[in-house]
């Protein structure tokens, strides 16, 4: 079986690793001075985690152990520390660290505190949130952010000069170009992407063999990873400032990228409430409208329904004051998680309520306007709150007229109350 062309052409040393500079630059001050420190790498696929380590194990003169979290656990990592303990320091890559649990991590920290393991771990996910503070604390974090497209560009040049790589391949400038482009960052994308359009184009890559090479692969949506939440966060903020084209767009990617069309949906019916809510009250019912209409008309032509919503809401006036005004009423309750509602508003059903004064001097909104503004609803202890105070734009300018008229009645109706 033949090594794909990523690992074949994989950098052998630190001076020939591209597109991580400070990294690069860091990591030989380190080989220097001869200090090995541990390590998390976080970035998204194709960025160089795994050909850091392999290339730093390398000129450290440290053995190399290469872990997934997916398949190895504490059991692994008790033997490799005991190897450690007889043969001496060895550099352990943990790929997917994130996905090790709190157990396991505790159990790989007292080794690496040690120094028996130099831990270097790869994870696409956020250190903060999957890396206990513990480890993480013992251990640098650093960013690799996606290949610029020279990078890229660069890589697909060596690999054709490679010796290992395609020698007597031949290819296009404006194929390198669109495979350097599509590869959106990601190294081993592109290097297979190449590989693979060199076998489709005979040897040549040809502009044609290299589209065919990509199709929807040029499309970065990792379900479940950073990449995959970056474009919902871009599509959410474009819709919140009232971008539709660039809603439009990050929909499109989601879409074509291949997440659920009814996760989309659901996230916009989270932004007709948050950022449009009462500003246009119409907007929820467009959003839940979409989300029916695709899962009554499928893909491909349920898609459009989710582009309307989108482009709806993105146009929409805004306010958050819904969002807001919930927020400080979920405050207020936390505050105060056992008020007493007032007793006028508390429903008699039996004699000895009625006794204790349950329901006594409610007025009927219908029967007496005047006692019903006039009366307390909320506990004594929030007598004076205000939670929702609604924006200038949209239906919410009515709205905000509206209250402004009612809480002005009820400051009244409550004086007048008062002097009688």
Known sequence: MRVPLPERV???????????????????????????????????????????ARVLAEELGLPFVHLSAVEAGVKEIKALAERARKEGPILLFFDEIHRLNKAQQDYLLPHVEQGHLVLIGATTENPSFSIIPALRSRARVYLLRPLEKEAIRAL?????????????????????????EAAAGDARRALLALELAAELGGGRVTLEAAK???????????????????????????????????????????????????????????????????????????????????QFLGSPEGELALAEATLYLA?????????????????????????PVPLHLRNAP???????????????????????????????????????????????????????????????????????
């Open 10 to 52: 994989r950098p052998r040393r630190l001076d020939e690793v591209v597109g991580q500079d400070e990294l690069v630059r860091r990591l030989k001050r380190m080989v220097r001075e001869k200090a090995p420190a541990s390590m998390i790498l976080w970035g998204p696929p194709g960025t160089g985690k795994t050909t850091v």
């Open 156 to 180: 697909l040049d060596r690999a054709l000069g490679h010796p290992e790589g395609l020698p007597g391949v031949s290819a296009e400038e404006a194929a390198l170009d669109l495979l350097a």
């Open 212 to 294: 065919e090479a990509l199709g929807r692969e040029n499309l970065l949506m990792d379900r479940g990873g950073d990449a995959f939440y970056d474009l919902i966060s871009a599509l959410h903020k474009s819709v919140r400032g009232s971008h539709a084209d660039a809603a439009l767009y990050y929909l499109a990617r989601m879409l074509e990228g291949g997440a659920d069309p009814l996760y989309v949906a659901r996230r916009l019916v989270r932004m007709a409430v948050e950022d449009v809510g009462l500003a246009d009250p119409l907007a929820l019912r467009v959003a839940l409208a979409a989300k029916e209409a695709y």
């Open 315 to 339: 146009l929409a006036p805004k306010s958050n004051a819904v969002y807001r005004a919930y927020s400080e009423a979920v405050r207020a309750v936390r505050a105060h998680p056992a008020a």
């Open 350 to 420: 039996t004699a000895l309520m009625k006794r204790l004064g349950y329901g006594q001097g409610y007025a009927y909104y219908h029967d007496d306007p005047e006692g019903s503004f006039a009366q307390a609803y909320l506990p004594a202890a929030l007598a004076d709150a205000r939670f929702y105070q609604p924006g200038e734009e949209g239906w919410e300018k009515r709205a905000k007229e509206r209250l402004t008229e009612l809480r002005r009645r009820f400051a009244e109706a409550r004086r007048r109350a008062r002097t009688r």
